[in-house]
């Protein structure tokens, strides 16, 4: 069964560092997210990407993150200038089109990578 | 404003002992709801979702839009039931975010 995949599973990196986290989705599908954990809170929305562009952002994502699909299988998230407060467990899913009997169109989450800011 | 709200981090229930895990929304329009569960290392994955009605390992979640809840059941707890389950909804149809609950920890004992 196809899955989302992630690298690396855990980056350690310094405050100010420029973090880049992958992602690849799944391969028929058209629909692009990351989320975001800290240790202890809720899963937050970060992002979605839809024709390479972003389709929607949460106040979350400004403009030291950044995402982009570079080529037709990966879908990246960068943080140009880490906080100690990006460190988190970030999730990448994506979903494929609408359609069948259900109006929404069900995420698949990858694994996550933990981001450590030191 | 868009909430998911799980009163409970921890629920500890016997084996073969019925479950609820509750889960109250705020949303002004009608959302789709979803319960999703997280394994012992494993990645999120949906369990279920309000508009397909259908039971999935043995649990049901009724959505009562009066109240505002949509209550994970299962009327008898099995030990790998054991995960994160995260009350979720998406405000639109199609591609759109997921807001998510803090998530309730259920631990099943033998």
């Known amino acids: 069964e196809p899955e989302v995949t992630q690298t690396p599973s855990h980056q350690v990196t310094q405050m100010g560092q420029e973090v880049i986290l992958r992602c690849v989705p799944i391969s028929n599908h058209l629909y692009f997210y990351w989320y975001r954990q800290i240790l202890g809170q809720k899963v937050e929305f970060l992002v979605s990407?839809?024709?390479?562009?972003?389709?929607?952002k949460s106040e979350i994502f400004d403009d030291q993150f950044s995402v982009e699909r570079p080529d037709g299988s990966n879908f990246t998230l960068k943080i140009r200038s880490t906080k100690l407060e990006d460190s988190a467990m970030y999730f990448c899913a994506s979903s494929g089109l609408a359609g069948g009997s259900y109006s929404y169109n069900e995420q698949f989450f990858g694994p996550g990578t933990r981001l450590t800011v030191l | 404003a868009q909430r998911v709200t799980q009163p409970e981090k921890l629920l500890s229930v016997f084996k073969g002992a019925p479950v609820e895990l509750k889960c109250n929304y705020s949303y002004s329009g009608s959302p789709e709801l979803f319960w999703y569960v997280q394994y012992s290392r494993q990645r999120l994955q949906l369990l279920l979702r309000h508009i397909s009605r259908e039971s999935i390992k043995g649990f049901t979640a009724d959505l009562n839009k009066g109240e505002t809840s949509f209550h994970l059941k299962k009327p008898f707890a099995q030990e790998e039931d054991s995960a994160m389950y995260y009350c979720?909804?998406?405000?639109?149809?199609?591609?759109?975010?997921?807001?998510f609950g803090s998530g309730t920890r259920l631990s099943i004992r033998p």
């Open positions: 990407f839809y024709n390479n562009e972003i389709s929607e």
């Open positions: 979720a909804l998406s405000p639109y149809s199609s591609a759109s975010k997921i807001i």
